[in-house]
């Protein structure tokens, strides 16, 4: 028996994750555009050859995969411009009449995704494919998220501590920087989860962010916070936080599409990625304490799940990041296509190496 072909052994990997997220996937000798919400077409031609997918949202070009062998990963970003030559292409029956918005490369093991219309276009490592209804939702956008940071109104600083206005202001700039990660460093006692607040407020209201995740690791911190929200009361608006969003605490694997804040432990999220139930008491004590019994083992692989999706969240905030953002729970982070908002105390050599790290 011979050794699968790296190229084609990609492609298939590709097309296993494309029909994962409710992708169609058919051969260009056998193109039926009404097949489903989202078509990918292998091998689609262009007036510069034929690009490795196109992908159709309602009968419409919005993407391009770029597929590459397994071994081309850690340099998928050396072949962004042949990718990006392919969304400028004209489409076969000249379908496009603009450049395609989307582009990924893909190993179908590392995957890269670049929105062509964000302020300066910049690609950022995916766990997988968007769904369908994600790039239209995207597409018929007038800006993108990352186009709405940089028009936010300014920081109204009334009731805010120094530290607080700072703290949200750097992290409204490195928004506008397009920076995937930022490490909040406030005292114990400074209120960094009012912080968290103000800033989740602004987000939701003025960068029209659909959700956000508020992860702790017990789930005391978790009852804290939801407390935090309910009597958050933004200095624009005589309602509170929780009268304006709906801000559920987890205590089951069900996220609710109507949520615009969700409170949970990282123990319940790796679960719900892991297709399980958890146990209300595994959440009660902070697994940092006995991290020696999961140093004895790897970490579980997360898997692609389309109940939920790498979208789900637009912002993850970690509260005690130190304490959860490497080792066993690692994976449940790097799954979301997310920005991430660390928030801590104390934190180590290796908190300030996580929230630096170039994506």
């Not at 998220?145 to 607080?164: H, I, K, N, S, T």
């Not at 929200?229 to 109507?258: C, G, H, M, W």
């Not at 389309?306 to 449940?332: A, G, M, T």
Request: hydrophobic letters at 35%.
């Amino acid at each position: 028996m011979t050794n699968q072909n790296p190229e084609q052994k990609a492609r298939d990997e590709i097309d296993t994750m494309l029909v994962s997220a409710g992708w169609v996937v058919q051969s260009k000798v056998n193109v039926d555009l009404s097949a489903g919400k989202g078509v990918a077409v292998r091998e689609y031609q262009t007036d510069i050859g034929p690009a490795d997918y196109v992908l159709f949202v309602d009968r419409k070009p919005v993407d391009v995969i770029e597929a590459k062998r397994s071994e081309e990963g850690e340099r998928l970003t050396t072949h962004e411009d042949q990718a990006e030559s392919y969304a400028k292409a004209t489409l076969k029956y000249n379908l496009n009449e603009e450049p395609l918005s989307f582009v990924y490369e893909s190993t179908g093991v590392l995957t890269r995704f670049t929105d062509y219309r964000d302020p300066k276009p910049r690609s950022r490592p995916v766990f997988h494919f968007h769904k369908p209804e994600t790039l239209a939702e995207s597409q018929g956008q007038a800006e993108t998220l990352r186009a709405r940071f940089q028009v936010m109104p300014g920081l109204d600083e009334q009731g805010l501590r120094p530290a607080q206005i700072r703290a949200i202001r750097n992290l409204e700039a490195s928004f506008k920087e397009n920076r995937p990660k930022a490490l909040i460093q406030m005292a114990t006692g400074s209120g960094k989860t009012f912080t968290a607040c103000t800033f989740a407020y602004r987000l939701l209201k003025h960068a029209n962010a659909k959700r956000i995740l508020f992860v702790v690791d017990t789930r005391n911190l978790g009852e804290q916070a939801e407390q935090e929200f309910l009597k958050y009361q933004p200095t624009d608006d005589n309602r509170k936080f929780t009268e304006l969003y709906n801000v559920p605490r987890l205590s089951s694997s069900y996220i609710a599409l109507d949520s615009q804040v969700c409170i949970s432990t990282i123990q319940r999220l790796y679960a719900i990625l892991q297709g399980e139930e958890l146990e209300e008491s595994a959440e009660l004590e902070n697994p940092n304490e006995f991290a020696w019994q999961w140093q004895k083992k790897e970490p579980m692989p997360v898997e692609y799940t389309v109940k939920n999706p790498i979208e789900q969240f637009d912002f993850i905030i970690i509260d005690e990041c130190h304490r959860s953002i490497y080792n066993l729970w690692k994976q449940v982070l790097d799954y979301y296509d997310a920005f991430l908002v660390g928030l801590t105390a104390t934190p180590d050599k290796r908190t300030f190496g996580f929230s630096m790290k170039t994506w």
